[in-house]
């Protein structure tokens, strides 16, 4: 245990680990990790390597990166940029990691994960053990109810790929000193991205995409969390999206102050001019795909309502040659997560509408005809309850 002045001028006591290599470079620790990146799947990184044909040389893959590990011949590739349409059109970069790299970031996450977790703010609910998006829905309700009407709706301006490598370094070895884990962590940071350019270095930014980028996300804003928790702010943050609660517009301008300054001058990252807004539960507000509106409401945002129906669209093409059982197995996981998502918000109407149009696209696909409203309702609705599919108003009981 170590003791010594924080930068806020408190004193702080906590434990410093300098020695986390033995821990990580365990037989173990890698089939645990080589399990989990196998049960998440994904696609090929720069070696173009599957899952599955790592799978296939399973034993002699695990054991060339174990003997990388432990004889320090390990060397962090590239990672592949591929182009993710968003919601609103444009494109975000996601960058993926070789099976290989992914194993390894896995293993050392599942040893430092639990050192960062015991430090962490309550506040922080994303990509966290045991935290979920509807958890941080749920405090910024929480925090309604106590009176903390105004919010600061905050945005960071390209967050992942601002991140400063050497502040995060820093913040990193508040805890760990154990000069491999960074060193192997520094490699994943500069390993470089592989475009249809070519090679580009990456001296700022991690990766979306990569194992271990959501925790070192975490900790790079965990600077912010402390900060505003002890000025007593009212934050809940999910990754880079958060929202910060206060009880009058004053104190909601002044938070606004406060994150500025901790973003430019301790952060180095930038908030976005334009998206970045002063609101209140009346004007209404959308944080974690939930609009919240008029005081008293909530409902999916039109954003996420178009996903939905996209995602039901692409099942329900007329031109698969599957019998419609197959594709209603397929719509019904879509059907439930999202459901049972949003089904805590005020929904029957949007969710009975939405039903209606599901079972529209069933009847098109059964029939092989053009789906029109207020058509193709020959086949009744207790005939596709028969085949098996469901409803979103369930997920409300």
């Known amino acids: 245990m170590v003791s010594r002045e924080g930068r806020t001028g408190e004193l702080v006591t906590r434990r410093t680990y300098y020695t986390l290599r033995d821990k990580i470079v365990t037989k173990l620790n890698l089939h645990l990790a080589a399990k989990t990146v196998i049960e998440n799947g994904g696609s090929a990184g720069i070696d173009r390597v599957t899952i599955e044909e790592f799978c296939e040389n399973y034993q002699q893959n695990m054991r060339e990166i174990y003997r990388q590990l432990q004889e320090d011949r390990y060397e962090a590739s590239p990672v592949l940029r591929v182009m993710i349409p968003k919601d609103d059109g444009r494109k975000r970069p996601l960058g993926i990691p070789t099976v290989k790299d992914r194993i390894a970031q896995a293993a050392v996450k599942r040893v430092i994960e639990p050192i960062f977790e015991k430090i962490f703010c309550e506040c922080s609910y994303g990509f966290r053990p045991r935290k979920s998006q509807m958890d941080a829905i749920d405090k910024v309700e929480e925090y309604k109810e106590q009176g903390y009407k105004w919010i600061l709706d905050a945005d960071i301006k390209g967050y992942f790929d601002n991140i400063d490598h050497n502040l995060l370094m820093e913040f990193i070895t508040e805890r760990i000193n154990d000069g491999w884990v960074l060193r192997i962590i520094k490699s994943w940071l500069t390993a470089g991205v592989m475009t249809e350019e070519g090679y580009k270095p990456t001296k700022q930014g991690t990766p979306q995409g990569g194992v271990i980028s959501p925790l070192l996300a975490n900790i790079y804003l965990h600077q912010l969390d402390q900060i505003m928790t002890k000025r007593g702010y009212k934050i809940v943050r999910f990754a880079d999206d958060f929202v910060i609660l206060t009880k009058s517009k004053k104190k909601a301008n002044r938070a606004l102050e406060v994150v500025r300054e901790i973003a430019e001058e301790r952060l180095k990252l930038t908030l976005h001019p334009e998206k970045t807004v002063i609101t209140n539960f009346g004007e209404g507000f959308i944080f974690l795909g939930f609009e919240f509106i008029a005081w008293r409401y909530k409902r999916p945002r039109k954003k996420a309502i178009k996903k939905f129906k996209d995602k039901i ?20 996981p879509i059907i439930r997560g999202w459901g049972n998502y949003f089904g805590n918000g005020n929904v029957k109407k949007l969710f009975r509408k939405l039903d209606k149009w599901v079972r529209m696209r069933i009847r098109s696909y059964i029939e092989k005809k053009k789906a029109i409203k207020h058509q193709n309702k020959r086949i009744p609705n207790a005939v596709l309850r028969q085949k098996g599919l469901k409803s979103l108003l369930t997920t409300l009981s």
């Open 313 to 332: 669209r692409k099942k329900t093409r007329r031109q698969q040659p599957w019998p419609v059982e197959i594709i209603i197995g397929a719509l019904n």
